[in-house]
């Protein structure tokens, strides 16, 4: 059956980088490569938060409690919690998108694809999903990636013919959008595992790519440099933005002056993360 494995699925205001403020689907699918246990630990050291969660004891997703440490969509691709995303026919996914939208057919909003990583097993599932009927007006998809997936060559040709292949659409190369949270130290990933230059230039090919690096410390900051360097010197020409860590106030207010002055110092955009203030971070926002 063609279907994709739903974590979430969601309206609300994307809360960060280039489209901060802009009415958006979420659709968040199962699985990651990563688990990012660092997040939010002393460097070195990784979280047990999400292992204490007893999965059995939850039957709806948005039920989940909260972390502070770690990656904080840690159900969208902990096995533990996979009885909690449904696998959802294309068809049906379609029409849950659209009942989503107020008016029930697109208009100004626009889709967001994230995860878990969601280029990880769901490229060959985009296509179907994206040339849906329903889907016909949706002018501007996010992807949000971690940035170590490769797209497949039949899903870089699609992805051409979304944005350029029919003579009436308003769509362009400037209509998706690929945002890459790299995964820094921090993170508890390895440097070599996260950062992948060639991936970014690939999807550069296919539209409007920006760096996203989530930051804490100066270290941080540092690690952000240099990837940012690693990326540009292979041929990354796209934005900067630093973010802080965190999906909860009291980390998200410790930092977040500090991080937009470094962004200021560097050249770089700050990004906020407006669902902090605005859902606190809840499920579904
Ligand atoms: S890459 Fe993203 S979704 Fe995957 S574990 Fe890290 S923060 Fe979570």
Redesign the pocket.
Known sequence: MNSIKVSELFYSIQGEGRYMGVPSVFLRTFG?N???DGFGMPRGEKTNERHAVDASKYTHYNALPLVTTG?D?YA??DTRFKHLSPRISIDGLAQSIVELLPHKEWRDEHLVIT???PLLGWQKQFPLLLSHPLMKNLKEITFET?GTQKLKQEFVDYLYEWAEGDPFSTRSYDSITFSV?A?LPA?GEKWEDAIVPENIVQYQEVGHVYLKFVVATEDDIKDAERADKEFRDAGFTGNTYIMPVGGVDSVYNLNAKNVALAAMKRGWRYSDRLQVPLFKNEWGT
């Open positions: 990651c990563f688990t990012c990656c969509s969208s691709w995860g878990g990583e971690n949270s995964k993170s």
